[in-house]
Protein backbone atom coordinates (compact mmCIF):
# COMPACT_ATOMS: atom_id res chain seq x y z
CA UNK A 1 0.00 0.00 0.00
CA UNK A 2 1.82 3.52 -1.09
CA UNK A 3 -0.03 5.61 1.79
CA UNK A 4 2.00 7.75 3.36
CA UNK A 5 2.20 7.58 7.62
CA UNK A 6 0.35 10.79 7.69
CA UNK A 7 -2.91 9.43 5.83
CA UNK A 8 -2.73 6.50 7.62
CA UNK A 9 -3.29 8.63 10.99
CA UNK A 10 -5.75 10.35 9.49
CA UNK A 11 -7.81 7.56 8.04
CA UNK A 12 -7.28 5.96 11.22
CA UNK A 13 -8.39 9.16 13.38
CA UNK A 14 -11.87 9.32 10.74
CA UNK A 15 -12.19 5.54 11.41
CA UNK A 16 -12.47 6.52 14.87
CA UNK A 17 -14.22 9.64 15.56
CA UNK A 18 -17.14 8.89 12.56
CA UNK A 19 -18.96 6.34 14.93
CA UNK A 20 -17.87 7.95 18.08
CA UNK A 21 -21.30 9.72 18.65
CA UNK A 22 -22.75 6.36 18.11
CA UNK A 23 -21.03 4.81 20.69
CA UNK A 24 -21.11 7.78 23.33
CA UNK A 25 -25.18 7.69 22.91
CA UNK A 26 -25.21 3.68 22.97
CA UNK A 27 -23.04 4.05 25.93
CA UNK A 28 -25.09 6.59 27.85
CA UNK A 29 -27.91 5.03 27.54
CA UNK A 30 -26.80 2.10 29.95
CA UNK A 31 -26.24 5.05 32.82
CA UNK A 32 -28.68 4.28 35.89
CA UNK A 33 -28.56 7.11 36.37
CA UNK A 34 -31.15 10.31 34.93
CA UNK A 35 -28.65 12.09 33.90
CA UNK A 36 -26.89 11.49 30.51
CA UNK A 37 -22.76 10.65 30.91
CA UNK A 38 -20.50 9.23 29.20
CA UNK A 39 -19.30 6.77 30.28
CA UNK A 40 -22.26 5.89 32.13
CA UNK A 41 -21.06 5.11 35.91
CA UNK A 42 -23.56 1.77 36.00
CA UNK A 43 -25.18 -0.30 33.80
CA UNK A 44 -29.02 -0.92 33.74
CA UNK A 45 -31.78 -1.46 31.22
CA UNK A 46 -33.88 1.53 32.89
CA UNK A 47 -34.21 3.96 30.25
CA UNK A 48 -35.35 1.05 27.88
CA UNK A 49 -37.86 0.07 30.42
CA UNK A 50 -38.99 3.06 30.57
CA UNK A 51 -39.11 3.81 26.77
CA UNK A 52 -40.94 0.22 26.61
CA UNK A 53 -43.48 1.35 28.89
CA UNK A 54 -44.72 4.72 28.12
CA UNK A 55 -47.37 5.38 25.88
CA UNK A 56 -46.61 8.62 24.70
CA UNK A 57 -43.01 7.18 23.54
CA UNK A 58 -44.70 3.86 21.89
CA UNK A 59 -47.74 6.21 19.99
CA UNK A 60 -44.56 8.62 18.75
CA UNK A 61 -42.65 5.27 17.59
CA UNK A 62 -45.64 3.42 15.59
CA UNK A 63 -46.48 6.81 14.29
CA UNK A 64 -43.00 7.12 12.75
CA UNK A 65 -43.14 3.34 11.57
CA UNK A 66 -46.63 4.18 10.38
CA UNK A 67 -45.89 7.19 8.29
CA UNK A 68 -41.88 5.77 7.18
CA UNK A 69 -43.69 2.14 5.84
CA UNK A 70 -46.95 4.41 4.19
CA UNK A 71 -44.26 6.91 2.53
CA UNK A 72 -41.81 4.14 2.04
CA UNK A 73 -44.87 2.72 -0.69
CA UNK A 74 -45.94 5.51 -2.08
CA UNK A 75 -42.91 7.31 -2.73
CA UNK A 76 -41.67 3.86 -4.57
CA UNK A 77 -44.87 3.72 -6.48
CA UNK A 78 -44.20 7.05 -8.00
CA UNK A 79 -40.68 6.62 -8.50
CA UNK A 80 -41.19 3.49 -10.86
CA UNK A 81 -44.05 5.82 -12.89
CA UNK A 82 -42.01 8.34 -13.23
CA UNK A 83 -38.80 6.77 -14.19
CA UNK A 84 -40.82 4.67 -16.55
CA UNK A 85 -42.12 7.85 -17.81
CA UNK A 86 -39.01 9.78 -18.16
CA UNK A 87 -37.19 6.89 -19.63
CA UNK A 88 -39.00 7.45 -22.91
CA UNK A 89 -38.85 11.25 -22.81
CA UNK A 90 -37.04 13.77 -24.53
CA UNK A 91 -33.36 14.15 -22.60
CA UNK A 92 -34.55 17.90 -22.05
CA UNK A 93 -37.82 17.16 -20.14
CA UNK A 94 -35.92 14.50 -18.91
CA UNK A 95 -32.93 16.52 -17.28
CA UNK A 96 -35.78 19.42 -16.12
CA UNK A 97 -37.45 17.26 -14.78
CA UNK A 98 -34.93 14.99 -12.64
CA UNK A 99 -33.79 18.02 -11.11
CA UNK A 100 -37.16 18.54 -9.24
CA UNK A 101 -37.30 15.25 -7.94
CA UNK A 102 -33.26 15.82 -7.39
CA UNK A 103 -34.18 19.28 -5.82
CA UNK A 104 -35.09 18.39 -1.66
CA UNK A 105 -31.52 16.90 -1.68
CA UNK A 106 -30.06 21.02 -2.30
CA UNK A 107 -33.19 22.69 -0.92
CA UNK A 108 -32.23 23.66 2.96
CA UNK A 109 -34.67 21.60 5.01
CA UNK A 110 -35.50 24.74 7.32
CA UNK A 111 -37.05 26.31 4.38
CA UNK A 112 -38.75 23.41 2.96
CA UNK A 113 -40.51 22.67 6.37
CA UNK A 114 -41.78 26.66 6.57
CA UNK A 115 -42.98 26.13 3.04
CA UNK A 116 -44.70 23.59 3.75
CA UNK A 117 -46.11 25.04 7.24
CA UNK A 118 -47.57 27.84 5.27
CA UNK A 119 -48.88 25.67 2.73
CA UNK A 120 -50.50 23.04 4.61
CA UNK A 121 -52.28 25.92 6.82
CA UNK A 122 -53.49 27.01 3.27
CA UNK A 123 -55.55 23.70 2.68
CA UNK A 124 -56.15 23.32 6.77
CA UNK A 125 -54.12 20.21 7.17
CA UNK A 126 -51.43 21.37 9.66
CA UNK A 127 -50.31 19.23 12.33
CA UNK A 128 -51.85 16.02 11.01
CA UNK A 129 -50.47 12.28 9.36
CA UNK A 130 -51.38 14.37 6.06
CA UNK A 131 -49.20 16.99 5.67
CA UNK A 132 -46.10 15.16 7.24
CA UNK A 133 -46.87 12.39 4.87
CA UNK A 134 -46.82 14.70 2.07
CA UNK A 135 -43.75 16.26 2.97
CA UNK A 136 -42.12 12.91 3.68
CA UNK A 137 -42.91 11.88 0.22
CA UNK A 138 -41.02 14.66 -1.27
CA UNK A 139 -38.37 14.21 0.96
CA UNK A 140 -37.46 10.53 -0.06
CA UNK A 141 -38.21 11.53 -3.79
CA UNK A 142 -34.58 11.21 -4.81
CA UNK A 143 -33.54 8.75 -2.77
CA UNK A 144 -36.28 6.57 -4.20
CA UNK A 145 -35.82 7.98 -8.02
CA UNK A 146 -32.28 7.15 -8.40
CA UNK A 147 -31.99 3.50 -7.60
CA UNK A 148 -35.22 2.67 -9.73
CA UNK A 149 -33.99 5.26 -13.02
CA UNK A 150 -30.13 3.28 -12.47
CA UNK A 151 -31.85 0.20 -12.42
CA UNK A 152 -34.35 0.90 -15.41
CA UNK A 153 -31.05 2.15 -17.50
CA UNK A 154 -29.76 -1.21 -17.00
CA UNK A 155 -32.57 -3.13 -18.42
CA UNK A 156 -31.07 -3.98 -22.13
CA UNK A 157 -33.71 -2.54 -24.48
CA UNK A 158 -33.20 -5.98 -26.44
CA UNK A 159 -35.15 -7.19 -23.74
CA UNK A 160 -37.90 -5.76 -24.22
CA UNK A 161 -37.56 -5.92 -27.55
CA UNK A 162 -37.32 -9.75 -27.28
CA UNK A 163 -40.75 -9.79 -24.88
CA UNK A 164 -42.86 -7.80 -27.68
CA UNK A 165 -41.38 -10.32 -30.47
CA UNK A 166 -42.17 -13.40 -28.29
CA UNK A 167 -46.10 -11.98 -28.22
CA UNK A 168 -45.65 -10.00 -25.46
CA UNK A 169 -48.10 -6.71 -25.21
CA UNK A 170 -46.45 -3.48 -23.75
CA UNK A 171 -48.30 -4.25 -20.30
CA UNK A 172 -47.13 -7.94 -20.24
CA UNK A 173 -43.53 -6.48 -20.87
CA UNK A 174 -44.20 -4.30 -18.32
CA UNK A 175 -44.85 -6.76 -15.77
CA UNK A 176 -42.91 -10.12 -16.38
CA UNK A 177 -39.68 -8.59 -17.63
CA UNK A 178 -38.93 -4.97 -16.63
CA UNK A 179 -40.73 -4.98 -13.33
CA UNK A 180 -39.10 -7.89 -12.22
CA UNK A 181 -35.57 -6.19 -13.39
CA UNK A 182 -36.41 -3.77 -11.57
CA UNK A 183 -36.36 -5.38 -8.48
CA UNK A 184 -33.14 -4.14 -6.92
CA UNK A 185 -33.94 -0.48 -7.63
CA UNK A 186 -37.39 -1.27 -5.76
CA UNK A 187 -35.85 -2.75 -2.84
CA UNK A 188 -33.46 0.05 -2.78
CA UNK A 189 -36.16 2.60 -2.89
CA UNK A 190 -38.47 1.21 -0.02
CA UNK A 191 -35.84 0.35 2.38
CA UNK A 192 -33.90 3.74 2.36
CA UNK A 193 -37.49 5.90 1.57
CA UNK A 194 -38.07 4.18 5.00
CA UNK A 195 -35.04 5.30 6.54
CA UNK A 196 -34.92 8.81 5.65
CA UNK A 197 -39.01 9.23 6.98
CA UNK A 198 -38.31 7.27 9.99
CA UNK A 199 -35.30 9.73 10.56
CA UNK A 200 -36.31 13.35 9.33
CA UNK A 201 -36.70 15.91 12.12
CA UNK A 202 -36.08 19.30 10.55
CA UNK A 203 -38.73 19.65 8.15
CA UNK A 204 -41.20 17.22 10.47
CA UNK A 205 -40.82 19.84 13.01
CA UNK A 206 -42.37 22.03 11.48
CA UNK A 207 -45.71 19.83 10.83
CA UNK A 208 -46.40 17.77 13.72
CA UNK A 209 -49.16 19.15 15.88
CA UNK A 210 -50.44 17.63 19.49
CA UNK A 211 -52.29 14.93 17.48
CA UNK A 212 -49.62 13.72 15.66
CA UNK A 213 -45.50 13.89 16.17
CA UNK A 214 -43.07 11.52 14.99
CA UNK A 215 -40.23 9.32 17.25
CA UNK A 216 -37.02 11.85 16.04
CA UNK A 217 -39.51 15.09 16.95
CA UNK A 218 -40.32 13.99 19.79
CA UNK A 219 -36.79 13.10 21.47
CA UNK A 220 -35.80 16.46 19.98
CA UNK A 221 -38.83 18.21 22.01
CA UNK A 222 -37.93 16.15 25.09
CA UNK A 223 -34.56 16.87 25.24
CA UNK A 224 -35.81 20.42 25.61
CA UNK A 225 -37.04 19.66 28.77
CA UNK A 226 -34.86 17.19 30.23
CA UNK A 227 -31.40 15.71 29.72
CA UNK A 228 -32.42 12.45 30.81
CA UNK A 229 -30.97 8.82 29.17
CA UNK A 230 -34.42 7.90 27.59
CA UNK A 231 -33.94 9.71 24.63
CA UNK A 232 -30.44 8.32 24.16
CA UNK A 233 -32.05 5.03 25.18
CA UNK A 234 -34.65 5.56 22.10
CA UNK A 235 -31.68 6.76 19.98
CA UNK A 236 -29.85 3.39 20.55
CA UNK A 237 -33.25 2.10 19.31
CA UNK A 238 -33.36 3.72 16.28
CA UNK A 239 -29.20 3.58 15.59
CA UNK A 240 -29.86 -0.47 15.44
CA UNK A 241 -32.97 -0.32 13.24
CA UNK A 242 -31.48 1.81 10.69
CA UNK A 243 -28.21 -0.19 10.96
CA UNK A 244 -30.38 -3.60 10.42
CA UNK A 245 -31.73 -1.90 7.47
CA UNK A 246 -28.63 -0.95 5.62
CA UNK A 247 -27.25 -4.36 6.51
CA UNK A 248 -30.44 -5.48 4.69
CA UNK A 249 -30.19 -3.32 1.60
CA UNK A 250 -26.50 -4.23 1.34
CA UNK A 251 -27.46 -7.68 1.17
CA UNK A 252 -30.15 -7.54 -0.54
CA UNK A 253 -29.21 -5.31 -3.92
CA UNK A 254 -25.80 -4.09 -2.41
CA UNK A 255 -24.85 -0.97 -1.66
CA UNK A 256 -23.15 -1.13 -4.82
CA UNK A 257 -26.71 0.65 -6.59
CA UNK A 258 -25.76 4.02 -4.38
CA UNK A 259 -22.23 4.28 -5.70
CA UNK A 260 -23.52 3.69 -9.49
CA UNK A 261 -26.21 6.63 -8.90
CA UNK A 262 -23.46 8.90 -7.70
CA UNK A 263 -21.17 7.64 -11.37
CA UNK A 264 -24.45 8.22 -13.49
CA UNK A 265 -25.18 11.49 -12.01
CA UNK A 266 -21.49 12.74 -12.76
CA UNK A 267 -22.93 12.12 -16.60
CA UNK A 268 -26.25 13.70 -16.03
CA UNK A 269 -26.52 17.02 -17.62
CA UNK A 270 -26.55 20.04 -15.20
CA UNK B 1 -42.82 -27.98 -32.24
CA UNK B 2 -45.65 -30.63 -32.56
CA UNK B 3 -45.86 -32.20 -36.16
CA UNK B 4 -43.24 -30.49 -37.42
CA UNK B 5 -44.21 -29.89 -41.50
CA UNK B 6 -42.17 -32.21 -43.88
CA UNK B 7 -42.51 -29.23 -46.32
CA UNK B 8 -42.31 -25.38 -45.62
CA UNK B 9 -46.09 -24.83 -45.81
CA UNK B 10 -45.46 -20.79 -44.33
CA UNK B 11 -42.68 -17.97 -44.82
CA UNK B 12 -42.76 -16.60 -48.08
CA UNK B 13 -41.76 -12.77 -47.54
CA UNK B 14 -42.01 -10.12 -49.98
CA UNK B 15 -40.12 -6.68 -50.06
CA UNK B 16 -41.27 -4.16 -52.70
CA UNK B 17 -38.88 -1.10 -52.88
CA UNK B 18 -38.31 -0.63 -48.91
CA UNK B 19 -36.67 2.54 -48.46
CA UNK B 20 -35.79 4.23 -44.80
CA UNK B 21 -33.86 7.18 -44.13
CA UNK B 22 -32.34 8.46 -40.96
CA UNK B 23 -31.90 11.83 -41.47
CA UNK B 24 -29.84 12.31 -44.57
CA UNK B 25 -28.67 8.89 -44.07
CA UNK B 26 -30.69 6.14 -47.01
CA UNK B 27 -30.16 3.14 -44.19
CA UNK B 28 -32.04 0.86 -46.88
CA UNK B 29 -32.49 2.43 -50.06
CA UNK B 30 -35.42 0.66 -52.50
CA UNK B 31 -35.09 -2.63 -51.44
CA UNK B 32 -36.72 -5.33 -53.31
CA UNK B 33 -36.99 -8.76 -52.17
CA UNK B 34 -38.39 -12.24 -52.95
CA UNK B 35 -37.90 -14.76 -50.40
CA UNK B 36 -39.64 -18.14 -50.65
CA UNK B 37 -40.99 -20.62 -47.77
CA UNK B 38 -38.42 -22.45 -45.88
CA UNK B 39 -35.21 -21.04 -47.84
CA UNK B 40 -32.29 -19.86 -45.22
CA UNK B 41 -31.08 -16.60 -46.70
CA UNK B 42 -28.14 -14.12 -45.63
CA UNK B 43 -28.09 -10.61 -45.62
CA UNK B 44 -24.37 -9.93 -46.32
CA UNK B 45 -22.43 -6.85 -46.06
CA UNK B 46 -20.08 -4.60 -44.38
CA UNK B 47 -21.47 -2.71 -40.82
CA UNK B 48 -24.21 0.19 -41.56
CA UNK B 49 -24.64 -1.12 -45.30
CA UNK B 50 -28.35 -1.45 -43.85
CA UNK B 51 -28.74 -5.31 -43.33
CA UNK B 52 -29.73 -4.59 -39.50
CA UNK B 53 -32.48 -2.41 -40.13
CA UNK B 54 -33.56 -4.08 -43.10
CA UNK B 55 -34.07 -6.86 -40.43
CA UNK B 56 -35.86 -4.42 -37.96
CA UNK B 57 -38.25 -3.27 -40.59
CA UNK B 58 -39.63 -6.84 -40.96
CA UNK B 59 -39.52 -7.62 -37.75
CA UNK B 60 -41.46 -4.48 -36.48
CA UNK B 61 -39.29 -2.44 -34.92
CA UNK B 62 -38.52 -0.03 -37.01
CA UNK B 63 -41.04 1.53 -39.76
CA UNK B 64 -40.08 1.73 -43.64
CA UNK B 65 -40.60 5.37 -44.82
CA UNK B 66 -41.88 3.86 -47.94
CA UNK B 67 -42.36 0.21 -49.90
CA UNK B 68 -44.40 -2.81 -48.77
CA UNK B 69 -43.82 -6.03 -46.89
CA UNK B 70 -46.09 -8.98 -46.84
CA UNK B 71 -45.46 -12.42 -45.35
CA UNK B 72 -47.77 -15.57 -46.41
CA UNK B 73 -49.79 -12.81 -48.94
CA UNK B 74 -50.63 -10.91 -45.61
CA UNK B 75 -49.41 -7.15 -45.69
CA UNK B 76 -47.28 -6.65 -42.94
CA UNK B 77 -47.86 -2.62 -42.74
CA UNK B 78 -47.80 -1.60 -39.19
CA UNK B 79 -48.71 -4.25 -37.59
CA UNK B 80 -46.40 -4.08 -34.19
CA UNK B 81 -43.80 -7.02 -33.75
CA UNK B 82 -46.08 -8.94 -31.89
CA UNK B 83 -48.73 -9.76 -34.65
CA UNK B 84 -46.26 -10.56 -37.24
CA UNK B 85 -45.57 -14.55 -36.76
CA UNK B 86 -42.09 -13.42 -37.00
CA UNK B 87 -39.27 -14.76 -34.73
CA UNK B 88 -35.54 -13.25 -33.96
CA UNK B 89 -32.60 -14.17 -32.20
CA UNK B 90 -31.22 -11.07 -30.87
CA UNK B 91 -27.36 -10.20 -31.62
CA UNK B 92 -26.86 -9.94 -27.83
CA UNK B 93 -29.84 -12.95 -27.58
CA UNK B 94 -31.58 -10.79 -25.07
CA UNK B 95 -32.29 -13.88 -22.96
CA UNK B 96 -34.45 -12.87 -19.97
CA UNK B 97 -31.46 -12.66 -16.32
CA UNK B 98 -34.65 -13.24 -13.96
CA UNK B 99 -36.15 -16.48 -15.83
CA UNK B 100 -34.49 -20.26 -16.19
CA UNK B 101 -33.31 -22.01 -19.20
CA UNK B 102 -37.69 -23.58 -19.52
CA UNK B 103 -39.25 -20.03 -18.51
CA UNK B 104 -37.33 -18.40 -21.13
CA UNK B 105 -38.73 -21.10 -23.49
CA UNK B 106 -42.03 -20.95 -22.22
CA UNK B 107 -42.24 -16.94 -22.00
CA UNK B 108 -43.93 -17.00 -25.42
CA UNK B 109 -45.95 -20.07 -25.29
CA UNK B 110 -47.82 -18.48 -21.68
CA UNK B 111 -48.53 -15.30 -23.03
CA UNK B 112 -50.22 -17.50 -25.72
CA UNK B 113 -52.37 -18.94 -23.31
CA UNK B 114 -51.33 -22.46 -24.25
CA UNK B 115 -52.26 -24.82 -20.98
CA UNK B 116 -49.73 -25.59 -18.30
CA UNK B 117 -48.88 -29.30 -19.15
CA UNK B 118 -48.87 -28.32 -23.30
CA UNK B 119 -46.27 -26.06 -22.52
CA UNK B 120 -44.47 -28.37 -20.78
CA UNK B 121 -44.44 -30.34 -23.32
CA UNK B 122 -43.64 -28.43 -25.80
CA UNK B 123 -40.30 -26.39 -23.98
CA UNK B 124 -39.36 -30.07 -23.30
CA UNK B 125 -39.30 -30.83 -26.88
CA UNK B 126 -37.64 -27.33 -28.00
CA UNK B 127 -34.69 -27.74 -25.44
CA UNK B 128 -34.46 -31.87 -26.88
CA UNK B 129 -34.39 -30.02 -30.53
CA UNK B 130 -31.14 -28.00 -29.41
CA UNK B 131 -30.08 -30.78 -26.85
CA UNK B 132 -30.09 -28.02 -24.11
CA UNK B 133 -32.76 -30.98 -22.31
CA UNK B 134 -31.03 -31.51 -19.24
CA UNK B 135 -30.53 -27.41 -18.23
CA UNK B 136 -33.81 -27.02 -18.58
CA UNK B 137 -33.56 -25.79 -14.61
CA UNK B 138 -30.61 -23.76 -15.30
CA UNK B 139 -30.88 -20.04 -14.85
CA UNK B 140 -28.86 -17.77 -17.66
CA UNK B 141 -25.87 -16.49 -15.64
CA UNK B 142 -24.89 -20.97 -15.48
CA UNK B 143 -24.91 -21.32 -19.37
CA UNK B 144 -22.10 -20.93 -21.81
CA UNK B 145 -21.79 -18.87 -24.96
CA UNK B 146 -22.90 -21.72 -27.10
CA UNK B 147 -25.61 -22.63 -24.56
CA UNK B 148 -27.48 -19.57 -24.64
CA UNK B 149 -27.15 -19.36 -28.09
CA UNK B 150 -29.67 -22.68 -28.28
CA UNK B 151 -31.78 -21.11 -25.56
CA UNK B 152 -32.18 -18.27 -27.81
CA UNK B 153 -33.04 -20.55 -30.33
CA UNK B 154 -35.42 -22.33 -28.83
CA UNK B 155 -37.23 -19.63 -27.15
CA UNK B 156 -37.65 -18.48 -30.35
CA UNK B 157 -38.30 -21.59 -32.66
CA UNK B 158 -40.75 -23.45 -29.98
CA UNK B 159 -43.75 -20.41 -31.22
CA UNK B 160 -42.66 -21.57 -34.61
CA UNK B 161 -42.88 -18.73 -36.26
CA UNK B 162 -43.45 -18.32 -40.11
CA UNK B 163 -39.94 -16.52 -40.66
CA UNK B 164 -36.99 -16.23 -38.37
CA UNK B 165 -34.96 -13.92 -38.11
CA UNK B 166 -30.99 -13.99 -36.67
CA UNK B 167 -29.31 -10.68 -36.02
CA UNK B 168 -25.16 -11.76 -35.86
CA UNK B 169 -26.33 -14.12 -33.46
CA UNK B 170 -23.02 -16.18 -33.30
CA UNK B 171 -20.59 -12.55 -33.75
CA UNK B 172 -19.73 -12.92 -29.96
CA UNK B 173 -18.50 -16.46 -30.06
CA UNK B 174 -14.93 -17.56 -30.83
CA UNK B 175 -14.33 -19.25 -34.18
CA UNK B 176 -14.70 -22.81 -33.37
CA UNK B 177 -17.56 -22.59 -31.48
CA UNK B 178 -18.92 -20.68 -34.27
CA UNK B 179 -17.79 -23.42 -37.05
CA UNK B 180 -20.24 -25.63 -34.71
CA UNK B 181 -23.13 -23.57 -34.67
CA UNK B 182 -23.05 -22.73 -38.29
CA UNK B 183 -23.46 -26.42 -39.13
CA UNK B 184 -25.93 -27.09 -35.87
CA UNK B 185 -28.50 -24.20 -37.37
CA UNK B 186 -28.14 -25.37 -40.57
CA UNK B 187 -29.05 -28.82 -39.24
CA UNK B 188 -31.84 -26.93 -37.45
CA UNK B 189 -33.33 -24.91 -40.31
CA UNK B 190 -33.19 -27.91 -42.48
CA UNK B 191 -35.47 -30.15 -39.46
CA UNK B 192 -37.74 -27.18 -39.17
CA UNK B 193 -38.61 -26.12 -42.00
CA UNK B 194 -38.66 -22.30 -41.44
CA UNK B 195 -37.32 -19.45 -43.30
CA UNK B 196 -34.41 -18.08 -41.85
CA UNK B 197 -32.90 -14.78 -42.32
CA UNK B 198 -29.05 -14.22 -40.64
CA UNK B 199 -27.43 -11.07 -40.80
CA UNK B 200 -23.96 -11.28 -40.46
CA UNK B 201 -20.45 -9.68 -41.87
CA UNK B 202 -18.57 -12.74 -42.25
CA UNK B 203 -19.22 -13.45 -46.33
CA UNK B 204 -17.58 -17.03 -45.25
CA UNK B 205 -20.41 -17.75 -43.11
CA UNK B 206 -22.84 -16.56 -45.25
CA UNK B 207 -21.65 -18.76 -48.53
CA UNK B 208 -21.57 -21.82 -46.43
CA UNK B 209 -24.67 -21.68 -44.50
CA UNK B 210 -27.57 -19.72 -46.96
CA UNK B 211 -29.64 -20.83 -49.66
CA UNK B 212 -29.46 -17.80 -51.02
CA UNK B 213 -27.53 -14.47 -50.31
CA UNK B 214 -28.66 -10.93 -50.41
CA UNK B 215 -25.57 -8.68 -50.22
CA UNK B 216 -26.43 -5.13 -49.22
CA UNK B 217 -24.01 -1.94 -49.76
CA UNK B 218 -24.90 1.88 -48.45
CA UNK B 219 -28.40 0.30 -48.24
CA UNK B 220 -28.85 -0.97 -51.86
CA UNK B 221 -29.73 -4.62 -52.87
CA UNK B 222 -26.29 -5.60 -54.76
CA UNK B 223 -26.72 -8.83 -55.27
CA UNK B 224 -29.46 -11.58 -54.21
CA UNK B 225 -28.76 -15.47 -55.43
CA UNK B 226 -26.54 -18.67 -54.64
CA UNK B 227 -23.59 -18.67 -53.04
CA UNK B 228 -21.78 -19.69 -56.36
CA UNK B 229 -23.83 -17.50 -58.30
CA UNK B 230 -21.80 -14.37 -55.92
CA UNK B 231 -18.88 -16.15 -56.16
CA UNK B 232 -18.91 -17.36 -60.21
CA UNK B 233 -20.95 -14.38 -61.31
CA UNK B 234 -20.55 -11.28 -59.57
CA UNK B 235 -22.86 -8.34 -60.31
CA UNK B 236 -21.06 -5.06 -59.00
CA UNK B 237 -17.18 -4.64 -58.34
CA UNK B 238 -18.50 -4.56 -54.73
CA UNK B 239 -20.19 -8.05 -54.72
CA UNK B 240 -16.74 -9.59 -56.51
CA UNK B 241 -14.46 -7.73 -54.06
CA UNK B 242 -16.51 -8.08 -50.89
CA UNK B 243 -17.10 -11.97 -51.41
CA UNK B 244 -14.07 -14.00 -51.14
CA UNK B 245 -11.20 -12.32 -52.63
CA UNK B 246 -10.34 -11.13 -56.48
CA UNK B 247 -8.01 -9.48 -59.09
CA UNK B 248 -10.10 -6.84 -59.94
CA UNK B 249 -8.36 -5.33 -63.82
CA UNK B 250 -9.17 -2.77 -65.97
CA UNK B 251 -8.31 -2.83 -69.53
CA UNK B 252 -5.50 -0.24 -69.09
CA UNK B 253 -4.35 -2.87 -66.74
CA UNK B 254 -5.05 -6.09 -68.97
CA UNK B 255 -3.11 -4.93 -71.70
CA UNK B 256 0.00 -5.94 -70.92
CA UNK B 257 -1.48 -9.77 -70.66
CA UNK B 258 -3.00 -9.07 -74.72
CA UNK B 259 -6.92 -9.77 -72.85
CA UNK B 260 -9.60 -6.91 -74.04
CA UNK B 261 -12.30 -7.17 -70.83
CA UNK B 262 -15.79 -6.07 -72.76
CA UNK B 263 -16.67 -2.57 -73.24
CA UNK B 264 -17.05 -0.40 -69.99
CA UNK B 265 -16.23 -3.89 -68.04
CA UNK B 266 -13.51 -5.04 -65.11
CA UNK B 267 -12.77 -8.23 -65.25
CA UNK B 268 -12.59 -10.56 -62.09
CA UNK B 269 -9.80 -12.94 -62.06
CA UNK B 270 -9.78 -15.16 -58.74
CA UNK B 271 -6.53 -16.21 -57.03
CA UNK B 272 -7.13 -20.03 -57.46
CA UNK B 273 -7.86 -19.41 -60.99
CA UNK B 274 -4.29 -17.75 -61.29
CA UNK B 275 -1.22 -20.22 -61.34
CA UNK B 276 2.55 -19.00 -61.30
CA UNK B 277 5.41 -20.82 -62.97
CA UNK B 278 5.38 -23.94 -65.58
CA UNK B 279 1.91 -24.43 -64.47
CA UNK B 280 1.03 -20.95 -65.89
CA UNK B 281 2.96 -21.25 -69.09
CA UNK B 282 -0.19 -23.22 -71.08
CA UNK B 283 -2.44 -20.37 -69.43
CA UNK B 284 -3.35 -17.72 -72.52
CA UNK B 285 -2.55 -14.83 -70.65
CA UNK B 286 0.62 -14.85 -69.35
CA UNK B 287 3.66 -12.02 -68.02
CA UNK B 288 6.34 -12.08 -66.07
CA UNK B 289 6.46 -10.80 -62.10
CA UNK B 290 8.20 -11.04 -58.90
CA UNK B 291 7.22 -12.61 -56.09
CA UNK B 292 6.42 -10.25 -53.24
CA UNK B 293 5.03 -12.30 -50.14
CA UNK B 294 4.00 -15.94 -49.82
CA UNK B 295 1.76 -16.80 -46.87
CA UNK B 296 1.85 -20.65 -46.26
CA UNK B 297 -1.50 -21.64 -44.99
CA UNK B 298 -1.03 -25.50 -44.96
CA UNK B 299 -3.06 -26.40 -47.93
CA UNK B 300 -2.73 -23.64 -49.74
CA UNK B 301 -1.08 -20.81 -50.13
CA UNK B 302 -1.34 -17.40 -50.99
CA UNK B 303 1.46 -15.32 -52.97
CA UNK B 304 1.65 -11.88 -54.02
CA UNK B 305 3.26 -11.24 -57.08
CA UNK B 306 4.05 -7.56 -58.38
CA UNK B 307 3.97 -7.12 -62.49
CA UNK B 308 5.40 -3.70 -61.59
CA UNK B 309 6.27 -1.08 -59.45
CA UNK B 310 3.62 0.77 -59.47
CA UNK B 311 0.69 -1.58 -60.40
CA UNK B 312 -1.10 -3.36 -57.68
CA UNK B 313 -0.16 -6.80 -56.78
CA UNK B 314 -1.98 -10.07 -57.77
CA UNK B 315 -2.96 -12.03 -55.46
CA UNK B 316 -2.22 -15.65 -56.23
CA UNK B 317 -3.87 -18.94 -54.48
CA UNK B 318 -1.30 -22.29 -55.19
CA UNK B 319 -1.31 -25.67 -53.71
CA UNK B 320 0.51 -25.61 -50.68
CA UNK B 321 2.61 -28.50 -52.00
CA UNK B 322 3.72 -26.43 -55.01
CA UNK B 323 5.48 -23.74 -52.49
CA UNK B 324 8.73 -26.11 -52.89
CA UNK B 325 11.38 -23.54 -53.00
CA UNK B 326 9.81 -20.32 -54.49
CA UNK B 327 11.24 -17.47 -51.95
CA UNK B 328 10.17 -13.89 -52.31
CA UNK B 329 11.97 -11.60 -54.38
CA UNK B 330 12.10 -14.80 -57.15
CA UNK B 331 10.98 -14.11 -60.79
CA UNK B 332 7.52 -15.78 -62.24
CA UNK B 333 5.61 -16.11 -64.92
CA UNK B 334 1.91 -14.91 -63.81
CA UNK B 335 -0.89 -16.45 -65.69
CA UNK B 336 -4.77 -17.00 -66.34
CA UNK B 337 -7.70 -17.99 -68.58
CA UNK B 338 -9.58 -15.14 -69.06
CA UNK B 339 -12.27 -17.32 -70.19
CA UNK B 340 -13.13 -18.16 -66.39
CA UNK B 341 -12.99 -14.97 -65.68
CA UNK B 342 -16.02 -13.38 -64.84
CA UNK B 343 -16.65 -9.20 -65.92
CA UNK B 344 -18.43 -6.59 -64.18
CA UNK B 345 -19.24 -3.44 -64.77
CA UNK B 346 -16.67 -0.83 -64.71
CA UNK B 347 -18.75 1.82 -62.28
Known amino acids: MGLSPATRIIAVLLLILLPAPLIIVIGASFSPRAVLAFPPPGFSWRWYLEFLGSTAWITAFAQSAVIAIVAAVVTTIIAVLAALALDRAPARLRSAAETAILAPLLFPHAAIGIAFLGWLSMLHLNGGFIGVLMAHLILCAPFAYRPIAVSLRQIDRSLTEAATILGAEPRQTLTRVVLPLLRPGIAASLLFSFIISFDEVTVTMFLTGPQFTTLPVSIYTHIHDSADPVVAAISSVLILLTAGLVLLIDRLVGLRIFIDIEEEGRHAPA | ?312 PWVVLIHGGAVGDLAPGARTVLGFDPARAASVPAQ
Open chain 2, 1 to 312: MAGMPSAATKGRLRLDRITKTFGALRAVDGVDLDIEAGEFIAFLGPSGCGKTTLLRIIAGFEAADSGRAALDGRELGRLPPNRRDVGLVFQNLALFPHLSVAQNVAFGLELRGHAKEAIAQEVAQALALVELGALSGRRIQQLSGGQRQRVALARALVLEPAVLLLDEPLSALDLKLRRQLQQELKALQRRTRTTFIFVTHDQEEALSMADRVAVFNHGKLEQFGSPRDLYQRPASRFVADFVGEANIRDAAQLAAFGVRPPPRSLLVIRPEDCAIGAAATSLPARREGVIETIDYIGPHARLRIGLDEAAE
